[in-house]
């Protein structure tokens, strides 16, 4: 089991910068896949950006590319998401996933998932 525990969501202007952390405990990770998602109220999960714990490769989300920086820290097994020049359509819950397996940005595929950090951008 993978245990994942986001936080740093909050209230934030147009404009505004944000980073979530997803702290991750109980299995070794070294060979997932971490993403992030994001759900607003009535629309689907959609995936925001993801990151392999033992390379560099990250990958975007196209709406939020050159905003948003997914990085990790492995000596902590925490994932990050700086979140810059935010805008109201950015407004959400913001989730945290763990995958055992190739890339992905199919929230279905993910097999772990933290509870979820709210994330409000006002105009």
């Known amino acids: 089991q993978v245990q994942l525990v986001e936080a740093g969501g909050g209230l934030v202007q147009a404009g505004g910068s944000l980073r979530l952390s997803c702290a991750a405990s109980?299995?070794?990770?070294?060979?997932?896949?971490m993403g992030w998602f994001r759900q607003a109220p009535g629309k689907e999960r959609e995936f925001v950006a993801a990151i392999y714990w033992s390379d560099t490769n990250t990958y975007y989300k196209d709406s939020v590319k050159g905003r948003f920086t997914m990085s990790r820290d492995n000596a902590d097994n925490t994932v990050y998401l700086q979140m810059n020049s935010l805008k109201p359509e950015d407004t959400a819950t913001y989730y945290c996933a763990a995958r055992q397996g190739g890339y992905s940005t199919l929230h279905s595929l993910y097999q772990y998932w933290g509870q979820g950090t709210q994330v409000t951008v006002s105009s």
């Open positions: 109980g299995r070794t990770v070294s060979n997932y896949y």
